[in-house]
């Protein structure tokens, strides 16, 4: 099975921009589609990206559209999703995870990271 490892979460002011890395090992990354999801205080985990084993597909929740780009290296096993104009409401722990089977929004994802804090202050 594979392990994930989240970084690259921190403080930034509104319009700045980060970039997560999710760092894989145990398993072979290609072998899985790929998201980012996020959860912030009191609310429940929602997806924010996704994409293919590939790379070739890729997925946004309407709310990151235009900002958020997610990516794939398989050769060095890491996904990363770039952020640029983060909002105060974009402020959440990031979780990326694996999918055996599917990828997108409503695929089941078998494996999951710890996840990264993003704090964006208005």
């Known amino acids: 099975q594979v392990q994930l490892v989240e970084s690259g979460g921190g403080l930034v002011q509104a319009g700045g921009s980060l970039r997560l890395s999710c760092a894989a090992s145990g398993d072979t990354l290609s072998s899985y589609g790929m998201g980012w999801f996020r959860q912030a205080p009191g609310k429940e985990r929602e997806f924010v990206a996704a994409i293919s084993k590939s790379g070739g597909g890729t997925s946004y929740a309407d709310p990151v559209k235009g900002r958020f780009t997610i990516s794939r290296d398989n050769a060095v096993n890491t996904i990363d999703l770039q952020m640029n104009d983060l909002k105060p409401e974009d402020r959440a722990d990031y979780y990326c995870?694996?999918?055996?089977?599917?990828w997108g929004p409503g695929a089941l994802y078998d494996f999951w990271g710890q996840g990264t804090q993003v704090t964006v202050s208005s």
């Open positions: 995870a694996a999918s055996h089977a599917a």
